[in-house]
T-cell receptor
Framework: GAGVSQSPSNKVTEKGKDVELRCDPI?????LYWYRQSLGQGLEFLIY????????KSGLPSDRFSAERTGGSVSTLTIQRTQQEDSAVYLC????????????????FGNGTRLTVT | DAKTTQPTSMDCAEGRAANLPCNHS???????VYWYRQIHSQGPQYIIH???NNETNEMASLIITEDRKSSTLILPHATLRDTAVYYC??????????FGTGTSLTVIP
């Protein structure tokens, strides 16, 4: 594909339900990142993958949030027992090299999944 | 924490050059300067990045001062579609991409 693909584009769920958000990075990109953006706010870093491992999970807001990446490609972000404060746009990005920035590899973003918890 | 300072908002006349400033006085030697923009309801779009030298691509030019403490993004002929929030980021690793609140650029017809 030409860019980072995220699905679904929109998700409405009831408080307390679990949700899974999917990210398909650009082919060949080894690094993958999840961010979230609340209305009118900047981007908040959640987690970073290098290949299938996650050397930095420091941004995950609670143990209800988890993410995995398989085959060095697709990643899923899972939110368990969703709360209203989880409502936000969840953005995925990928970059060609690990530690994007160390060699000037920019992040390329998808258009996000808009999650609404009612 | 934000390592950059940008004006909150700017206006630019259509067809004129838009010059967006960014201060990054605490930048370290191995950190790059990146510019992104975000149009409503879309993910951030990569524009350009640089380390020391000025850079130019099909979208914009990036001018970095010799001491690397500030930079300017130049859109040479702004169009209405360039209305967006522009983010200046200094980073060494991807998980240090702190987007802050950026500059809201409005291109006026």
């Amino acid at each position: 594909g030409a860019g980072v693909s995220q699905s679904p584009s929109n998700k409405v769920t009831e408080k307390g339900k679990d949700v899974e958000l999917r990210c398909d990075p650009i082919s060949g990109h080894t690094a993958l990142y999840w961010y979230r953006q609340s209305l009118g706010q900047g981007l908040e870093f959640l987690i970073y993958f290098q290949g299938n491992s996650a050397p930095d999970k420091s941004g995950l807001p609670s143990d209800r949030f988890s993410a995995e990446r398989t085959g060095g490609s697709v990643s899923t972000l899972t939110i368990q027992r969703t709360q209203q404060e989880d409502s936000a746009v969840y953005l995925c990005a990928s970059s060609l090299m690990g530690r994007a920035g160390a060699r000037g590899s920019p992040l390329h973003f998808g258009n996000g999944t808009r999650l609404t918890v009612t | 924490d934000a390592k950059t300072t940008q004006p909150t908002s700017m206006d630019c006349a259509e067809g004129r050059a838009a010059n967006l400033p960014c201060n990054h006085s605490t930048i370290s030697g191995n950190e790059y300067v990146y510019w992104y923009r975000q149009i409503h309801s879309q993910g951030p779009q990569y524009i350009i990045h640089g380390l020391k030298n000025n850079e130019t691509n099909e979208m914009a030019s990036l001018i970095i001062t010799e001491d690397r403490k500030s930079s300017t993004l130049i859109l040479p002929h702004a169009t209405l579609r360039d209305t967006a929030v522009y983010y200046c980021i200094v980073a060494n690793t991807g998980n240090q991409f702190y987007f802050g609140t950026g500059t809201s650029l409005t291109v006026i017809p």
